[in-house]
C-alpha cells in the first residue's frame, strides 16, 4: 500500500471521515506532503452550512500559513461587539471586538466568518488534489500492522494506511476506537439551539445577548443583508434536556419553543421564525476528553479527538491546530506511524488542556443565572467595567489569548509545493 516517491519518501494511502474544517485542514496539509488523501463525508454534498464561528489565538496563524487568510478576510461576518441587553432591548454594557491586532480576541473575534464559508474557502484549497466522494461514511474497519480496511456504508470497502476520523462530536469512529462502555463527554450542564430568520432594519451589526430568570439566554446576531441567526441557551441538568437533540426536529423545536415561552424581548419573533428557518441545530454544549486519539492505523482529529465547545471559543481553531500537528508528524515521519501519531498526542495535548480548561461551569452559571436580581448585578458590574475600559484594555494588554503560550509547531509542508 505504501508507495514510494522519486524522492524515495514513503507516499501514504490516507482516508479522512469527514469533509468538516478538520478534515478538510488535514487534507491540505497530507496533500502538500506527497500523500493520497480520499475524504468521506456522509451528506450527499459538501456540508457548507452551520452558525458563525470565529478564528482566535493559533488559529489564525493556522489559517495564515495555509496562505487562505485574505481568502477568510474577505468572507468575514460584520459584527462589531457584544451588547448586553434587558427586555426592552436597551443596551445596559457593550464590549467591542479588539481590532488593534494586539493582545486578545475579546467576546467577539477580528476574525468572525460563518461555518460554511470557511468549509468552502478550505474546499476550494484541496478539491484538486483530493479525492472527495459524498453520500457515504465509515460504518466499520479492521486493522493489522501493514493497513486498515474501512468498510463503507454503500456496502464497499476499501484498504488504506491510515484512517483518520474526524467526523465530528458524536464521531463513529471514536466510539469504535476506545472501550466499550467509555463516555468521552464531560457536561458542562448546558444545552444550546439555533437557526436561521428574515433580517429587519433593528437586527444591527452587535450582537444581542438578552439573560432570562431560569438560567436562561437568547443570542441574536446578524451574518448578511437578508438573515439573523438566533441561539437559545438553557442551563438545565436532566434527562429530557439530555435526550432532546436526537428526537425529531418538530419535537426539538417544541421543546425549545416551551422552554422560553414566557421570555419577554423578541421571543415570539424568534419562535415563529424557526418553523421555517433553513437551519436549526440542538445540542447539548459537552467537551470530548480521551487518553488517547489513535490506536495502530487509526487516529482522531478535530471534535471527534478534542471537542472544546463552543464556550471555549477554541472549537474551529483548535480543529485547524490539530490538523496543522498531526498531518506535520505525519509528513515527517511517513514510514513510521507509531511514532507519528505519539509525537502528534504529546505535542498538541498541552495546547487541548489549555483551551479545555478555558471552559469553567462556574463561570458559566454566573452568565446564566436563575433570578432577575442575579441579571441585574451582571448587568450593572459589566456597566462598570465598560465605563472604566476594562475590558478593551484587558484584551489589548494581555500576552496571550485563550491557546495560552503553546507555539504552532513548524509547517507541515512547503505550500509552494501545492
Not at 471521515?17 to 500523500?35: I, M, N, S
Not at 451588547?83 to 464590549?95: E, Q, S
Not at 493489522?144 to 463513529?172: I, M, P
Not at 441561539?231 to 434527562?239: D, N, V
Request: charged fraction near 20%; proline fraction near 5%; charge should be neutral.
Amino acid at each position: 500500500m505504501v508507495v514510494i516517491t522519486g524522492s524515495g519518501t514513503p507516499s501514504l494511502r490516507v482516508l479522512i471521515a469527514g469533509g468538516g474544517v478538520a478534515g478538510q485542514a488535514l487534507a491540505f496539509w497530507l496533500t502538500r506532503g506527497g500523500h493520497r488523501v480520499t475524504v468521506a463525508e456522509r451528506f450527499p454534498a459538501l456540508r457548507a452550512t452551520g452558525a458563525q464561528v470565529d478564528l482566535r489565538g493559533q488559529g489564525i496563524e493556522a489559517v495564515r500559513r495555509m496562505g487562505l487568510l485574505d481568502a477568510v478576510r474577505g468572507a468575514l461576518v460584520d459584527e462589531a461587539g457584544v451588547a448586553l441587553i434587558d427586555a426592552r432591548g436597551r443596551a445596559k454594557a457593550t464590549i467591542m471586538a479588539n481590532t488593534s491586532g494586539k493582545g486578545r480576541q475579546t467576546l467577539t473575534s477580528e476574525y468572525e466568518i460563518m461555518r460554511g464559508d470557511l468549509v468552502r474557502i478550505l474546499n476550494d484549497a484541496t478539491k484538486d488534489d483530493t479525492e472527495y466522494v459524498f453520500g457515504i461514511s465509515v460504518d466499520g474497519f479492521e486493522q493489522d500492522e501493514h493497513k486498515v480496511v474501512a468498510h463503507f456504508s454503500d456496502g464497499s470497502s476499501g484498504e488504506f494506511d491510515l484512517l483518520v476520523g474526524a467526523d465530528g462530536q458524536g464521531s463513529r469512529i471514536r466510539q469504535a476506537l476506545l472501550p466499550q462502555g467509555f463516555d468521552p463527554y464531560w457536561r458542562v450542564g448546558i444545552h444550546m439551539a439555533y437557526w436561521f430568520i428574515p433580517r429587519i432594519a433593528s437586527d444591527s451589526n452587535i450582537r444581542d445577548t438578552y439573560m432570562v430568570p431560569g438560567g436562561r439566554q437568547i443570542m441574536r446576531r446578524s451574518h448578511n443583508p437578508a438573515e439573523t441567526q438566533v441561539y437559545f441557551a438553557l442551563r438545565e441538568e436532566s434527562e429530557e434536556a439530555s435526550a432532546i437533540h436526537r428526537a425529531p426536529v418538530e419535537r426539538q423545536q417544541d421543546f425549545w419553543a416551551g422552554r422560553f415561552r414566557d421570555a419577554g424581548w423578541q421571543t415570539q419573533r424568534f419562535v415563529e421564525g424557526m418553523k421555517t428557518s433553513p437551519f436549526f441545530y440542538s445540542q447539548e454544549i459537552v467537551q470530548v476528553r480521551t487518553d488517547t486519539w489513535s490506536k495502530g492505523r487509526v487516529v482522531l482529529a478535530g471534535d471527534a479527538a478534542h471537542c472544546a465547545s463552543p464556550y471555549s471559543g477554541m472549537g474551529i481553531s483548535g480543529g485547524l491546530v490539530g490538523a496543522h500537528v498531526l498531518a506535520g508528524e505525519i509528513n515527517r515521519h511517513p514510514g513510521d506511524l507509531p511514532t507519528a501519531l505519539a509525537r502528534y498526542d504529546r505535542t498538541l495535548r498541552p495546547f487541548v488542556n489549555k483551551i479545555q480548561g478555558g471552559v469553567n461551569p462556574r463561570l458559566l452559571r454566573l452568565g446564566m443565572p436563575m433570578t432577575q436580581r442575579a441579571i441585574d448585578a451582571v448587568h450593572a458590574t459589566a456597566a462598570l467595567a465598560c465605563f472604566l475600559r476594562v475590558p478593551e484594555l484587558t484584551a489589548r494588554f494581555s500576552k496571550e489569548d485563550r491557546g495560552g503560550a503553546w507555539q504552532l509547531p513548524a509547517n507541515p509542508a512547503p505550500i509552494s509545493t501545492a
